[in-house]
Structure formats: C-alpha cells, structure tokens
C-alpha cells in the first residue's frame, strides 16, 4: 500500500533520531534500506526536510569506501554528520554536484521530464563528462565562499555519470581541483562512483557493486 506524503514524512521524522548515534557503517547501511525505500524517492528528493536521507546515503557510501570506524548524522546542526576515521573524528558538511542546468531528481519535481531523461545518446555523454570537473570546482569553491567558522571537512557527491567513457581523465581533474584551494576546510572529499578522493591526494576504492546499488 502506497503511503501519502503526509505519511511518508511522519515515518522518515520518527525514524531520523536513531541516525543520530554513532553506529559502525554496515549498521548504519542496514537501517538505511529500512528508510530510503524506492516507493519513497519522489518525497527525500523533492521535500527539504527529507534531504537528511539523501546526506545518509552519501555518508555511509563514503564511510564504507574509507572504512570509517562510526558514523553519525548531526541533529540538525551543522555540520552535517560526524565521522571516526582511524580513531579521529571529524566533522563534516555534505553537498552533491550535479550536471549544470539540471536540478537534482527533476525526473519526481516535473513527470515530463522523465521521458527525456530515459533517452540518453552517446552526445549526452559526453556532455557530462566535460562537465564534471569544472561543476566540482564550481561546487567546492562554493562552499568555501561560506568560511566556516569551525573545523570541519567537505564531502562532495559527484553526481554525474559518463559510463566510463572520460573515467581516467576525470578522475585526473579531481585529484588536480583537489590538490588546489579547499579554503577553512581541514580536508576535501570527493565521491565519485566507487571511489573516494581525499585533498591529502589518497585515494580510496571499493569494488563491492551492492554498495552502490540505489
């Protein structure tokens, strides 16, 4: 049974707390998949007090790529969520990065968009590959523009896909935006498909396909 939108959130609003506490990463996925259900999408995409399960998803991908101990999400204060890699905790604010001109989700905000977004030629592509590396500085720059007044690291959700056409000099351009400015940030992170980069100029990989699955 299909629950209404009122429903929906007085669901994700009893169920936020609990992603509050620190939980090692593989809980944190498991009770995850008990909220970001796919009957569920239209809403955490299209409602602001549903994005919290949007910033969930990118922090335990994350934390699973990195191997962080714990993580948590903050209780709606900045920044975003908090993290224990190897045995220190950090603060971090989470953003997504998308294709320019297109809105995250515009598929749930406006049906006839969906159409379009089904049909994907190779041009388009393309198109996104040469887009993602100035949309990633574009993004981190920013949220530097912010200057932040406490420590805390950025972590950017790359959300643009190009079947691995441009996968090697992507990843190129982000290690190079990377190792550039990250203003008041103690470090940047991007996550790209499966993998992590760091400002530090590591590296992180994960090969685990169920991981990424939507």
């Known amino acids: 049974m299909l629950l209404s939108d009122a429903e929906i959130a007085e669901f994700l609003e009893q169920e936020r707390p609990w992603f509050n506490q620190w939980r090692a990463p593989s809980v944190f996925s498991e009770k995850l998949k008990h909220v970001k259900r796919p009957s569920f999408s239209h809403h ?45 905790e950090v603060g971090i604010e989470i953003t997504s990065v998308s294709e320019p001109g297109r809105k995250i989700a515009e598929e749930y905000r406006d049906p006839k968009n969906r159409k379009e977004i089904e049909l994907d030629p190779v041009e388009n592509w393309v198109r996104r590959a040469e887009s993602a590396a100035p949309a990633l500085a574009e993004g981190i720059s920013i949220k530097i523009q912010k200057r932040y007044s406490f420590a805390v690291d950025l972590l950017v959700y790359l959300n643009i896909s190009e079947y691995g056409i441009r996968q090697q000099a992507i990843e190129e351009k982000i290690s190079e935006i990377l190792s550039s400015n990250i203003g008041s940030f103690a470090a940047v992170w991007v996550l790209w498909k499966n993998k992590v980069f760091c400002s530090s100029g590591k590296v992180f990989c994960s090969s685990d396909v169920e991981l990424f699955d939507d």
């Open 44 to 88: 955490y995409f299209t409602k602001s007090k549903a994005k919290w399960v949007l910033e969930a998803w990118v922090l335990n991908k994350f934390a699973a790529i990195v191997s962080a101990d714990e993580i948590k999400l903050s209780d709606n204060s900045a920044p975003d969520a908090y993290a224990k890699i190897d045995g220190n």
